[in-house]
T-cell receptor
Framework: AQSVTQLGSHVSVSEGALVLLRCNYSSSVPPYLFWYVQYPNQGLQLLLKYTTGATLVKGINGFEAEFKKSETSFHLTKPSAHMSDAAEYFCAESHGNTYDKVIFGPGTSLSVIP | GAGVSQSPRYKVAKRGQDVALRCDPISGHVSLFWYQQALGQGPEFLTYFQNEAQLDKSGLPSDRFFAERPEGSVSTLKIQRTQQEDSAVYLC??????????????FGQGTRLTVV
């Protein structure tokens, strides 16, 4: 069965510091991988996605993630945190045979300290 | 509309009451998904439609949950005899089917259901 794990339910960083949010997937078949962000009382917004091709994926708001098949990981990074980055982040995977059923991880809450 | 629209945004129901949650997907999107997000958790898949056909309802937690999309556009998630454990945010998403393009699922803002 597909599953996505996110190490650390809560991460705090100082403003301007590196953001690193960890994600591991379990599928033996390389899946499509996603990072979504959710601001309070908002829906999910796609930050970036990996489908095929280049393993380093750049997304919106300065975020990027690298697909590492050998580590079954898809960690999310941003060089310098902004206060506006405080939100809930969800890693997700999909490789339905016929449709894009997306399986989400439990989420990581990011706090940015001034 | 420009995005996925869900209504109502907030719903308070007394235990035992029936509720209906509406989702208006992005125009032309074939695929539609419902997810349940409990407080502090990631979204959990409930059901999937391709046009009007419900192809996967494996995530529906009980037979009190029912979803429909009769004309292949608007969808309704109905919960009968609501229980306190049904309290959650219900998210709807739409997308094109795989094969048309590298797609992403676009999510609505959700309906927050509170059962008292």
């Amino acid at each position: 069965a597909q599953s996505v794990t996110q190490l650390g339910s809560h991460v705090s960083v100082s403003e301007g510091a590196l953001v690193l949010l960890r994600c591991n997937y379990s599928s033996s078949v390389p899946p499509y991988l996603f990072w979504y962000v959710q601001y309070p009382n908002q829906g999910l917004q796609l930050l970036l996605k990996y489908t095929t091709g280049a393993t380093l994926v750049k997304g919106i708001n300065g975020f990027e993630a690298e697909f590492k098949k050998s580590e079954t990981s898809f960690h999310l990074t941003k060089p310098s945190a902004h206060m506006s980055d405080a939100a809930e982040y969800f890693c997700a995977e999909s490789h339905g045979n016929t449709y894009d059923k997306v399986i989400f991880g439990p989420g990581t809450s990011l706090s940015v300290i001034p | 509309g420009a995005g996925v629209s869900q209504s109502p945004r907030y719903k308070v129901a007394k235990r035992g009451q029936d509720v209906a949650l509406r989702c208006d997907p992005i125009s032309g999107h074939v695929s539609l998904f419902w997810y349940q997000q409990a407080l502090g958790q990631g979204p959990e898949f409930l059901t999937y439609f391709q046009n009007e056909a419900q192809l996967d309802k494996s995530g529906l937690p009980s037979d009190r949950f029912f979803a429909e999309r009769p004309e292949g556009s608007v969808s309704t998630l109905k919960i009968q005899r609501t229980q306190q454990e049904d309290s959650a945010v219900y998210l709807c998403a739409s997308s094109f089917p795989r094969g048309a393009m590298n797609t992403e699922a676009f999510f609505g803002q959700g309906t927050r259901l509170t059962v008292v």
